[in-house]
T-cell receptor, first 112, second 119 residues
């Protein structure tokens, strides 16, 4: 069964600190992996998209990594800001499956 | 929210009522989607449409209906047959349809959502 699991479920950090969110998947054959940011009560917004051949991609203070062999991805946030408080969702799609599989998300709270 | 609007932001439904959620996009996207989001669960696909006058059931279509009469609009009706409709509903659109989207680096753009509560 194709699955996407994210950890931790929730995380609290102090402003200015770094953090790393994890995404493990079993989707096969793998096509690409997306990270989205979802502010409370809003729709998700795309942060990064990585294909099989890419192992890292950055978007400002957000850096995503992908290890297609171990089927793991991480999202690293550098020098966190209060505005980073949101849910971060990992989405994995498989070649030929015509499906997006959404993870349950990690809820991040950044405290001043 | 990338040119997608949803209304209303909050909606309350009485038992046995049908309600319709609006979704409009000005991105000139061919494909549109409806998702349901519940606490502790990933987004689940209700319906999607790859072209005007055509739509396909997603993973949880029971109790829902849609129409796609115009490229810009994809309203979702939550019928009385949907026994547990309380949730956050998200509309999305993309250039490519679902079949090609999964194999591409195209992006889905999401609306701001509608929170539906059953009274």
């Amino acid at each position: 069964k194709n699955q996407v699991e994210q950890s931790p479920q929730s995380l609290i950090i102090l402003e200015g600190k770094n953090c790393t969110l994890q995404c493990n998947y079993t989707v096969s054959p793998f096509s690409n992996l997306r990270w989205y940011k979802q502010d409370t009560g809003r729709g998700p917004v795309s942060l990064t998209i990585m294909t099989f051949s890419e192992n890292t991609k950055s978007n400002g203070r957000y850096t995503a990594t992908l290890d297609a062999d171990t089927k793991q991805s991480s999202l690293h946030i550098t020098a966190s800001q209060l505005s980073d408080s949101a849910s971060y969702i990992c989405v994995v799609s498989g070649t030929g499956t015509y499906k997006y599989i959404f993870g349950t998300g990690t809820r991040l709270k950044v405290l001043a | 929210d990338g040119g997608i609007t949803q209304s209303p932001k909050y909606l309350f439904r009485k038992e046995g009522q049908n309600v319709t959620l609006s979704c409009e996009q000005n991105l000139n996207h061919d494909a549109m989607y409806w998702y349901r989001q519940d606490p502790g669960q990933g987004l689940r696909l209700i319906y999607y449409s790859q072209i005007v006058n055509d739509f396909q059931k997603g993973d949880i279509a029971e109790g829902y209906s849609v129409s796609r009469e115009k490229k810009e609009s994809f309203p979702l009706t939550v019928t009385s047959a949907q026994k547990n409709p309380t949730a956050f509903y998200l509309c999305a659109s993309s250039t490519l349809g679902l079949a090609r989207l999964a194999d591409s680096t195209d992006t889905q753009y999401f609306g701001p959502g509608t929170r539906l509560t059953v009274l």
